[in-house]
């Protein structure tokens, strides 16, 4: 079977990674690395690269509002829906900071007396807000806006003011934009919050809009991710989807070669390479080393694997490794430390 791994965040910034990676063993990985055939991602954002590699028609947006909502549970039906997830935009010196919805760790029930507040004040204007999810907020409107939004990977620990929709129509969602921070910033919840010590819901974030999309091509046969909008994507392709499991060797086991193409989403880095918290992104990707990156080599290397691909995304690109078991005979190919593969 072949396997390709997802790995946005992989590398850490050229000008610190040799003293962030100081101390990280990392055979497998390097070595898997150092001898496969690279080639550049053009598609650097998750939203990107998904709807590319499925054939799915770029519209105004990479369309995954409408794909994610069905994996939400509703029907998307052929009207235009946006994100509007809710996330906290932090004030500092030199701008206003965006960090992402998967930082905040809202409750269901926070996030519908919020998500219910923001219902209420909009419907009036014919925007009607959803939240079948805690992470992940919707909204639909007539028509179909001329709108360009930014997918949070994109703006994660960026300064936002660069990042706002645009386009014919953005000063009206410009407007909502304004009027939902501050419904938000008086709202009980957001109180509760700040007594608890947790970040503030102080802002929602538009981005993936569209009409639900023609999925053109399934890549994959079996989708192993903990990342809503890949799995989505997957279900709409007709793949089989399955929970992200703590290691690759759980993963050869249920496998087999009943499916031939699979893809896993290991996201675990993102946040941390996002946010340049460099002790939290160490830590997870030492622990990938022997969970996962050990197991495929070995696997490559045992004929468990015909084809291993590992693609490194960021937001100014990536890179796809594609490494075969004959790759790994050619120790002509030096190993080279993770700094200098990106």
């Not at 910034?13 to 053009?42: C, W, Y």
């Not at 909204?139 to 939004?149: E, F, I, K, R």
């Not at 938000?184 to 974030?205: F, K, M, Q, Y």
């Not at 084809?307 to 890179?319: P, Q």
């Amino acid at each position: 079977m072949n396997c390709t791994l997802l790995i946005p965040g992989l590398f850490w910034a050229r000008e610190t990674a040799d003293a962030v990676l100081s101390g990280i063993e990392l055979p497998a990985l390097t070595e898997l690395l150092s001898r496969a055939r690279r080639q550049p991602v053009t598609h650097g954002t998750l939203a990107a690269w998904l709807c590319a590699s499925h054939g799915i028609a770029r519209q105004r947006d990479w369309p995954i509002a409408p794909l994610t909502l069905a994996h939400d549970g509703v029907d998307p039906g052929d009207a235009y829906w946006l994100r509007a997830d809710p996330v906290h935009i932090r004030v500092e010196r030199d701008g206003l900071t965006f960090v992402a919805t998967a930082l905040l760790a809202l409750s269901d029930e926070e996030s519908q007396a919020l998500a219910a507040s923001l219902k209420a004040h909009f419907e009036a204007i014919g925007i009607a807000f959803h939240a079948p999810s805690a992470r992940r907020w919707y909204v639909n409107a007539a028509g179909t806006p001329d709108l360009v939004t930014h997918a949070p990977d994109e703006v994660a620990g960026r300064d936002v003011q660069a990042s706002l929709p645009h386009g014919d129509d953005a000063l009206q969602w410009h407007g909502v934009f304004n009027e939902a921070q501050m419904l938000l910033h008086a709202h009980p919840v957001n109180a509760g919050r700040e007594d608890c010590g947790a970040p503030t819901v102080n802002s929602i974030w538009f981005w993936g809009g569209g009409t639900r999309p023609r999925v053109a091509t399934r890549p994959f046969t079996h989708v192993w991710s903990d990342n809503a909008e890949a799995t989505a994507v997957a279900a709409a392709s007709g793949a089989r989807t399955a929970a992200l499991p703590g290691e690759a060797q759980t993963l050869l086991q249920q496998a087999h070669d009943a499916t031939p193409e699979h893809l896993v989403v290991l996201d675990q880095l993102a946040a941390p390479a996002a946010y340049r918290d460099a002790d939290v992104w160490r830590d997870r990707l030492a622990q990938l080393e022997p969970a996962w990156f050990s197991p495929l080599a070995a696997a490559l290397r045992s004929g468990t694997l015909k084809r291993l691909t590992l693609i490194a995304l960021a937001t100014d690109g990536g890179v796809r490794f594609d490494v075969t078991r004959g790759d790994l005979l050619k120790f002509w190919r030096g190993r080279k430390p993770l700094s200098q593969l990106a």
